[in-house]
């Protein structure tokens, strides 16, 4: 086990850019370790509880964050469904965050509000996980990102393509910030009215991380090492008229992967998916986004120890 050097003890988890590039590399080397003597972990977290405060669905981030916590030795308390909580009585956010922060050591949350999980961190007696604000970040979905690029491709020098809905996407919003702390080269892949906000972009000029913007994946397939998929989040959208012009306007397909794409070419998407991958191409050598979910539970479990100082 790589020994901790307490970059995580005791911090909160709400924005990729609260951390190092060397922050970062120590959490993915602490996955890895895991990943490779997974069972010697249980009981590394005993006495410890975990809260999770889902005010968004999830499938993934709230079952992998158990799954991680459970296999370290430690407990979850689920807030579940919010009209079966006090918020459904009128209790306020603030309110909620302080009394659940009683209860555990450590509490991700989930929110429709950008900046929910850093307002949460200011009244919390324990520190935040942001599983998800808004149109904001989604760190900790980039961190097991980060770590399957490294382990099924390359992260030095990698040509990685983000293809989708980049405008609404907070999983895309944490990775491109991350990638560039890598100085990677980016290509965004999106319908016009989907393109990166101006303000990473922006952000990206003044890093002087070059990207490339294109409208089809069709042109610019044969140059990448990674293609990361995403959805068009629906649920963003002020107007839905909106949403129907671009909705199903790309599909990766089997025959695209096989006619244009690179031999070494993966495909990654944080899911759910909405069509935007053909299941055809869950059987081929591309696919990576199941094994990617599998990561999400030794990222998290790497999370959660070096939080709340489980590893030695
Ligand atoms: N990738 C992800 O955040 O999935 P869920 O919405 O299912 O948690």
Redesign the pocket.
């Known amino acids: 086990m790589v020994a901790i050097r307490g970059t995580l003890k005791g911090r909160d988890v709400i924005s990729i850019n609260d951390f190092s590039r060397e922050e970062i590399d120590h959490i993915l080397k602490v996955s890895d370790c895991i990943e490779k003597d997974l069972d010697s972990k249980f009981g590394l977290l005993s006495g410890k509880i975990l809260s999770i405060l889902f005010f968004?669905?999830?499938?993934?981030?709230?079952?992998?964050f158990e799954s991680a916590m459970y296999k370290l030795g430690g407990r979850c308390i689920n807030m579940g469904p919010t009209e079966l909580t006090s918020v459904k009585k009128g209790e306020t956010f603030s309110d909620t965050i302080k009394v659940i922060s009683k209860y555990a050591d450590v509490m991700v949350l989930?929110h429709p509000s950008d900046g929910a999980a850093r307002y949460a961190s200011e009244i919390s007696d324990v520190p935040i996980i942001n599983?998800?604000d808004g149109t904001g970040q989604?760190p900790t979905?980039t961190l097991l990102d980060l770590y399957t690029i490294k382990k099924e491709s390359k992260l030095e020098g990698a040509n990685i393509g983000i293809l989708g809905d980049l405008k609404y996407g907070r999983?895309v919003h944490s990775l491109v910030y991350a990638l560039s702390m890598y100085g990677i080269d980016m290509t965004f892949i999106s319908p016009p009215n989907l393109s990166l906000p101006e303000e990473i972009k922006e952000d990206l000029d003044d890093k002087k991380i070059s990207y490339e913007e294109c409208e089809r994946i069709e042109d610019v397939i044969g140059d990448l090492d990674v293609l990361y998929v995403t959805r068009i989040q629906r649920e963003r959208f002020p107007d839905i008229m909106e949403y129907k012009k671009v909705s199903g306007s790309y599909k990766i397909t089997k025959d695209m992967l096989e006619e244009g794409g690179k031999e070494n070419l993966i495909i990654l998407h944080?899911?759910?998916r909405i069509g935007e991958i053909d299941p055809d191409v869950d059987d081929t050598k591309y696919a990576r986004y199941f094994l990617q979910?599998k990561y999400?539970v030794v990222v998290r479990m790497a999370i959660l120890g070096l939080m709340l100082g489980g590893f030695e």
């Open positions: 968004e669905p999830s499938t993934r981030t709230r079952m992998s989930r599983g998800g989604h979905q999983t944080p899911l759910p979910t999400g």
